[in-house]
Every structure is written in structure tokens, then in C-alpha cells.
């Protein structure tokens, strides 16, 4: 995670060849900030379908149209979840609640959006970014 935030995430300069393929009409005020995370990790689709089976990474618009069940099973599945705007009031507790989960081992709060993951072979870390 340390070498996300000093590689891509903080450093003005990160290039990328890698590209990544959006949902239509997906153009967030973060989407150079997440295409930096999602070329880091070399994730070639972001989807907003959870049952996109081909994508590595699920945008989830409104996190209170889910089950918090449905998206701990994603997680599960190997999914990476991107949670827009989750300080939002509405979506401030459900997100709170996921990143908690013990199926949630990655969480980072970019506060525009945040990001949950499961990784193998790492501690359970809730990290702040700004």
C-alpha cells in the first residue's frame, strides 16, 4: 500500500501504459486519480455491474442498493469494490460497516471514493489518503 501512495498515488509524474476500460459514461472528478490506482495494479476493467464476471474491479455508485451481504460476497470472489463518494451522509455508516467486515482486509479512503479489497498474506489496514 506504501508503494501505491509514494508510486502513483502522490507522484505527479506516474505514467502508465496500461489501459483501462470504464463503464459508459463514467467520467467522476477522481477518474485520473483512480486511473493511476487501477493502471498500479494493472486492472484492465472497472465495472458497474457486480455481476460483470470479467471485471477485476466493481464501481459502485450508491452503496445503499446493496445488500451489504451481496458486496462482502464480491469481495470474497477476488472483486475490488470502488465506493463513490463515501463520506456522503447516506453512504458514510454503510461504508463504514464494510470496511470493518473481516472479509475486508484492504480498505483506502481517498474521501471522493473509497476502495475495499481482500489480499492474502496482509494484515487487516484501514488507510486514510488525502
Do not use: C
Request: glycine share 4%; aromatic share 12%; no cysteine.
Amino acid at each position: 500500500m506504501y508503494a501505491l501512495a509514494d508510486e502513483a498515488i502522490y507522484n505527479k509524474s506516474f505514467q502508465s501504459n496500461h489501459q483501462v476500460q470504464y463503464p459508459e459514461g463514467f467520467n467522476p472528478k477522481y477518474k485520473a486519480l483512480l486511473n493511476k490506482i487501477l493502471s498500479y495494479w494493472k486492472i484492465d476493467r472497472l465495472s458497474d455491474d457486480l455481476e460483470d464476471l470479467n471485471a477485476q474491479a466493481i464501481w459502485i455508485k450508491d452503496i445503499q442498493q446493496y445488500e451489504p451481504e451481496t458486496l462482502l460476497k464480491a469481495i470474497r470472489a477476488g472483486k475490488m469494490l470502488i465506493i463513490d463518494q463515501p463520506h456522503k451522509k447516506k453512504h458514510f455508516k454503510p461504508w463504514q460497516a464494510l470496511w470493518q467486515q473481516k472479509e475486508v482486509i484492504v480498505s483506502i479512503d481517498l474521501f471522493s471514493f473509497g476502495i475495499l479489497l481482500h489480499r492474502n498474506g496482509q494484515r487487516k489496514e484501514h488507510f486514510l489518503l488525502r
